[in-house]
């Protein structure tokens, strides 16, 4: 079951890749504006604040640090201490060492020259809607149009459109 896990995971972070490069590529203006967004804000004592999707690429215990990526292949440490708060999806606390290699996380932390510090954890995966909102400025996904449904046959069976009858060009 945990790497069907890692597999969902996985896929969900292509899907996401995927999305984000055709947007750059476009060069529309919800991409600019991506690009352009911080999703930062700065505290009284000059330490800024972010919020930002991960997938964890590992843990070392030892040093309490977690190497993270970003969605655009980007790779950053951040520490995590005991003051960290570290939720699943449901809201059940855990322990860092619970996080694994594959787990897709929204992380809120602060970055000052020091570094990156884990505020709160929260695992889970990246959602269309979420997507829309952080990435591509938009309240919610297009409305995707359904697939026709495929013919069946006398058994039941689905079949394939026929091809339309006609002479074969050479």
């Known amino acids: ?12 972070f292509g899907v996401l890749a995927g999305v984000l490069i055709a ?10 504006a991506a690009q352009t967004k911080t999703g ?7 330490k800024v604040i972010r919020d930002e999707f991960f997938i964890v690429s590992s843990l070392n215990e030892q040093k309490h640090e977690l190497l993270l990526k970003l969605p655009t292949e980007v790779t950053m440490q951040m520490l995590v ?27 809120t932390y602060t970055q000052n020259g020091a570094g990156a510090q884990a505020l709160s954890i929260r695992l889970g995966p990246m959602t269309v809607p979420e997507l829309y909102r952080r990435y591509l400025n938009g309240p919610a996904a297009p409305a995707l149009a359904a697939a026709p449904a495929p013919r069946a046959s006398a058994a039941g069976h689905p079949q394939p459109a026929k091809a339309p009858r006609g002479r074969a060009h050479r």
């Open 1 to 12: 079951m945990n790497k069907q896990k890692q597999l969902v995971r996985l896929a969900s």
């Open 40 to 46: 930062a804000a700065q505290t009284k004592t000059g």
């Open 81 to 107: 201490t005991g003051k960290t708060s570290i939720v699943d999806e449901q809201g059940k606390r855990l322990k860092a060492s619970d996080l694994h290699s594959g787990d897709t996380a929204y992380i």
């Open 23 to 32: 947007a750059l590529c476009l060069d529309s203006a919800p991409a600019r």
